[in-house]
């Protein structure tokens, strides 16, 4: 526990703001997975949202929940997600009890769904996270969990929108990955709020 408690604040453009869900975005081999897993390992208050996709479990990468499209289909139905939304042949869902509680949670998003999260969370803020395109090629290319066909549909859709706004912190993640996430903990700066 961080001496004299108190919750993760966004601290960004001189606004303090409490921010209980923070969505990282960019595109497709930048590093949303990696530097989630290292921020929460770095800060006890940090936790990460686990997601429904209609992926086959054995596809690997993140840890995720994989379901049918009836069944997805299904938990939309019920009103079971948060959000979610389509990208790349997939459905991905945010069940509402990941996102619920008083820690400071980190979702893998959509660049698509910014204005749907924002509209859904009262507290909320942006880790937009960038690198250069040979980074991301030879990125998605070493991971080897798409075909090619795959990640050159990735690398096409990996430039089409750049989040903005007051609540948005870009960070490039074409270096080292302890800068990264130096970078984004200073950032999501401890505060009392
Ligand atoms: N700073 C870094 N330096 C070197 N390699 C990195 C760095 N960050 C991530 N990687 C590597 O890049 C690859 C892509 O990372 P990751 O899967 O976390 O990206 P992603 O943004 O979540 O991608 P996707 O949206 O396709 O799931 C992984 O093999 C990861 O190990
Ligand atoms: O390009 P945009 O719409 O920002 O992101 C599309 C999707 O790609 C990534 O999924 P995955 O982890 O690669 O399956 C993101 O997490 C998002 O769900």
């Known amino acids: 526990m961080r001496p ?88 991905y869902g945010i069940p509402q009890e990941e996102v619920a509680g008083e820690d400071t949670i980190l979702v893998n998003l959509s660049r698509t769904v910014l204005g749907a999260a924002r509209a859904r969370f009262e507290h909320f803020a942006v880790l937009s996270l960038v690198a250069a395109p040979e980074t991301l090629a030879a990125r998605l290319a070493a991971r080897g969990r798409e075909s090619r066909e795959e990640v050159a549909a990735r690398l096409a859709r990996a430039e089409f929108v750049r989040p903005k706004g007051a609540d948005v912190i870009e960070i490039s993640n074409d270096g080292a990955l302890e800068d990264t996430v130096a970078q984004a903990l200073d950032a999501l700066y401890p505060v009392r709020v």
């Open 4 to 91: 004299g408690g108190g919750r993760i604040g966004l601290y960004a453009k001189g606004r303090v703001m409490g921010a209980h869900v923070i969505g990282v975005v960019g595109p497709s081999g930048v590093g949303k997975d990696t530097v989630m897993h290292a921020l929460a390992t770095a800060h006890p208050d940090i936790r990460l949202a686990r997601r429904v996709i209609t992926r086959p479990e054995e596809a690997g990468g993140e840890d995720f929940d994989a379901l049918s499209e009836a069944g997805f289909d299904l938990r939309v139905a019920e009103g079971g997600f948060a959000l979610w939304w389509e990208a790349h042949g997939l459905r």
